[in-house]
């Protein structure tokens, strides 16, 4: 069954928020992760480790510099 | 052929470290590289690290934390009888620093031969040190992790001259009729090689760290958990975990998926950097000679790195 964007995106906001402490209601999908969420290339490690064991996607490093915004990872893990 | 009575177990008689004076803040750092203290602490953790000036040497510093392992374990150095130095950041490859390391300390003609296994290479070192006890090669070894990694950094990159550092640890393994140092669990992942890597002579030490921090944060927990495991000790009854000093986000994201809850954790790397080989018997030997742990206690070492390459065991606390 295909999860939809909305789950992918709370439940991308519950990742967000346990490894930054970020709100998960500021993970929308306008945001950019580095310029609006001030997350580091570290925690985008770890949230794109989060994002597969949660979702089943891989986000492998090479792809991860190209995710800048939440909506790019939404359209990543739906694609 | 006969082969001589081997011994029940190996153990470690004392610890010894070395770290330059001079002493390099994240200030200093920021003065000519575009980086600042909360952007350093924040990624690695780290306040303050040593880098031993020009006429101070890799070996040099192996002899002082060397002598002062020598000197804790109550033997003479006519009783050692091999010397294993770990290091990836030796000025020249030949000949090795083990014979040198020896000659210094007075130690005459011992076995002596060096490990890269880069960070990994005191865990590595330490396992080939038991091994050798108990197999009756040798009597008593002196193990030592020595690192000048400021020679091979590029100290205009930020990526890596606010990380890397100098320093040594060591220690001394005699044959003890109980364990105390437990198997080694070792490996390598090789697909990786270039994660972290001088890529010639010309070259400086440069590093993937999204790649390296993916793989330490999601590949190791496992490993420190066979190592606990093939000692039949309970990760809950560590009474430390001394993992390599690579990166406190790293420290702290293993120690958090190892279950160690009652252990004290090595943070050695906010004030002493990343040290490569010598990063563990040099938070060790601190946290000893600061009185955190106590002699018969367990602790956990875990070293991770080039290579990519890991290797832990358990050990007793001198």
Known sequence: MAVSEQEILEGLGKIVNEITGIPASEVTPEKSFVDDLDIDSLSMVEIAVAAQDEFGVEIPDDQLKNLKTVKDVLNFIQA | MRIPEVAAGAKILSFGHYQPANIVTNDDLAKTIETNDEWIQSRVGIKERRVAPANESEIDMAVHAGGKALAGSGLDASDIDLVIVASCTLESQIPNAAARVAHRLGIDSPGAFDVNAACAGFCYALGTASAAVRAGSARNVLVVGTEKLSQWIDWTDRATAVIFADGAGAAVVTASETPGIGPVVWGSAGDKFDAIIIKDRDSFLQQEGQTVFRWATTALHPVAKEACDRAGVDPADLAAFVPHQANLRIIEAI????????????????????????????????????????????????????????????????
Request: aromatic share 4%; proline share 3%.
């Open chain 2, 255 to 318: 120690a958090r998926k190892l279950g160690a809850d009652n252990a004290v954790i090595a943070r050695d790397i906010v004030l002493a950097g990343n040290t490569s080989a010598a990063s563990i018997p040099l938070a060790l030997s601190r946290m000893i000679e600061r009185g955190e742990v106590q002699s018969g206690q367990l602790a956990l070492l875990l070293g991770f790195g080039a290579g990519l390459a890991f290797a832990g065991q358990v050990v007793e606390i001198p």
